[in-house]
């Protein structure tokens, strides 16, 4: 991220965007391939996934029922004119609702909170990850990518359901789940995961190059909504249901730690090849990382203990 920030001035403002699209056709199809083939399906169903899908659901929902109440009663505060035209509030809609629904639940979250919940759970974690990123960032962040983009020009349900048929990360999850426990020649194997690994640092180099382009305070009130439902909203949402259900101690921890992660970078990639609010999901990325330090001791403290 740094690197971007640093050489921003120096690269060609066409290079964003199109990093943004090499991930989106190339990058991510490599990892989430590589990922599907070494995951256990056969664990899909468990009470990490559910809590997954449960999340990411309710991110959604609350995006949609809040965004509409935010535009009509505080307008100057998520930094939309009142004569802002139908296409730029799409925009800027898709982006809110990505920077809520999606958490960066693999390059934090696997990194952060393995040292938090003990061993018996760790797999727990990984599985929200899978679930997540299979079911939320390439299915339901696509739809909605999509839905709200400025480049669709038909809204219909079938054509929607076409355009995501073409996606190479559904043909990569489909490919990769058929070629679990299938030997690749070497060399193959050692070019996937290779590339694999290379995603996650390019989309942070691509985060630091939209990150250099944020206009200081205007950006970060942009992102404040957003952040304020994905970091203390959820969370808290699902350590209560949790709680209720009677899930206590690491597990409901490691669910909670999980939903509380910050806004993830994959929403950015989504914003660059389907034209949305870039600026609006790399406030977001950056103001929720920095609220991740207040955030992780509130929910080790709240959910962590199993009374």
């Known amino acids: ?11 060609p403002k066409l290079l964003p965007h199109l990093l943004g699209r090499f991930l989106f056709w190339v990058g991510i199809p490599l990892q989430v391939f590589a990922l599907c083939r070494h995951t256990d399906f056969s664990q899909a169903l468990s009470v990490s996934s559910l809590v997954t899908l449960a999340v990411l659901c309710t991110g959604l929902s609350l995006a949609l029922l809040i965004f509409p109440l935010l535009r009509r009663w505080q307008p100057q505060w998520v930094g939309l004119a009142s004569e802002v035209d139908a296409v730029t509030e799409a925009a800027r809609q898709g982006s809110f609702t990505l920077a809520v629904m999606l958490g960066n639940v693999g390059f934090i979250g696997l990194a952060v909170a393995p040292s938090l919940v003990s061993a018996p759970y760790l797999g727990w974690l990984v599985l929200y990850s899978v679930a997540h990123n299979i079911a939320g960032t390439y299915g339901a962040g696509v739809l909605v990518a999509s839905h709200f983009s400025p480049n669709e020009i038909t809204h219909n349900w079938r054509s929607r359901l076409i355009s995501l048929l073409r996606l ?14 299938q030997t690749l020649p070497s060399g193959l194997e050692t070019t996937v995961q290779t590339a694999a690994h290379a995603v996650v640092p390019a989309a942070l180099v691509l985060g630091g190059l939209r990150l250099r382009q944020l206009q200081g305070w205007r950006s970060l009130r942009l992102a404040l909504p957003p952040v304020c439902v994905r970091m203390l909203v959820i969370p808290l949402l699902a350590g209560l249901v949790l709680t209720l259900v009677g899930l206590q101690g690491d597990s409901r921890l490691a669910m909670v730690l999980q939903a509380g992660m910050p806004t993830g970078f994959a929403g950015l990639i989504l914003a660059e090849e389907y034209n949305l609010d870039r600026e609006l999901l790399a406030s977001s990325i950056l103001l929720s990382t920095l609220m991740l330090f207040l955030t992780l001791p509130l929910w080790v403290w709240l959910f962590g203990s199993s009374v």
């Open 1 to 11: 991220m740094g690197a971007g920030l640093a050489l921003c001035r120096w690269l």
């Open 168 to 181: 190479p990360s559904i043909w990569a999850i489909a490919l990769g789940a058929l070629m679990q426990g």
